[in-house]
């Protein structure tokens, strides 16, 4: 073949290379940047708008994302909490379970809607501090906003069982006294909070992350070790005081001690009852 033909070849045939590397680069680099998913592990949202009509201001719906493959929150008067899948910016949401509480007729209806829109769940946008959710059928978009470290004080609300008690000092409840109520269940809710046959209507929640050991050892005269917690002096608990009509609940439950989202325990007459929320 002409060496003078050959050459030619050869050129043609590496800027073919060269533009194909090109291409494929730029194809690359042209995403959407959409969030991985993440960036979503670890995140709390609180919902804002859904199918375009504005959340109620008298409550408080989050979405949340503590692990992979799974979501939790509010659904504006009970907890839900469920599986999800998400792969680039589509997200499907699988059926939800939720404690069993009655708000009110609009709350009520706001969470039966918000979970329905969630369960039919497609694609999200992550766009700084917003979230949008885009659900099968609707025709906007459940529209969150992030909920920072301080906003996000674990949620109180729902249904929680007494699995077990501790008094690591002196108490005015016998051990048979504390031991009745095993089994027992306490609720949290919007419209009203019960314990045994003590109910709070319309119940105020005041929440704030405190140290435990300072805590326990101010408060109480007990360590944290006392309670099964870590020694180390680094554990954080959310201390949530219930209150009535502007006053204290002095049922049990009306103040508690969360150590982890699920698991608390409720102060009453020197007894420590430990609490898990049901699911």
């Not at 708008?49 to 979405?63: K, N």
């Not at 419209?191 to 005041?206: H, K, N, R, V």
Request: charged share 15%; aromatic share 6%; glycine share 12%.
């Amino acid at each position: 073949m002409n060496p003078l033909l050959l050459r030619s070849m050869i050129a043609l045939l590496a800027l073919a290379a060269i533009g194909c590397g090109k291409e494929g680069s730029a194809g690359a680099g042209s995403g959407s940047g959409s969030a991985a998913p993440d960036e979503l592990i670890g995140s709390t949202w609180q919902l804002e708008s859904l199918a375009g009509t504005a959340a109620l201001p008298t409550v408080v719906a989050t979405l949340e994302f503590p692990e992979q493959g799974k979501v939790i929150g509010r659904g504006s008067c009970n907890r839900f909490f469920g599986s999800a899948q998400i792969s680039g910016t589509t997200i499907t949401i699988g059926a939800l379970g939720a404690t069993r509480m009655a708000c009110g007729e609009a709350v009520d209806h706001q969470e039966t809607e918000y979970l329905r829109l969630l369960e039919a769940a497609e694609r999200y946008e992550l766009d700084g501090a917003t979230l949008r959710v885009f659900s099968t059928g609707a025709a906007a978009p459940l529209s969150f906003t992030r909920q920072s470290a301080s906003s996000s004080l674990r949620d109180p609300t729902g249904v929680w069982t007494v699995v077990g008690h501790r008094a690591p000092g002196v108490s005015a409840m016998s051990p048979s006294e504390a031991g009745a109520w095993k089994g027992r269940t306490l609720q949290f809710g919007i419209a009203e909070a019960i314990a045994g046959a003590d109910t709070c209507i319309a119940p105020s929640y005041q929440r704030r992350t405190v140290s435990a050991d300072s805590l326990l050892s101010t408060d109480y005269r007990v360590t944290p070790a006392a309670l099964g917690l870590p020694a180390s002096g680094q554990q954080r608990l959310v201390l949530t005081e219930v209150a009535c009509d502007g006053k204290p609940w002095r049922a049990l439950g009306g103040l508690l001690l969360q150590t982890v989202d699920d698991h608390a325990f409720a102060v009453q007459d020197g007894i420590f009852f430990e609490l898990r929320r049901q699911q």
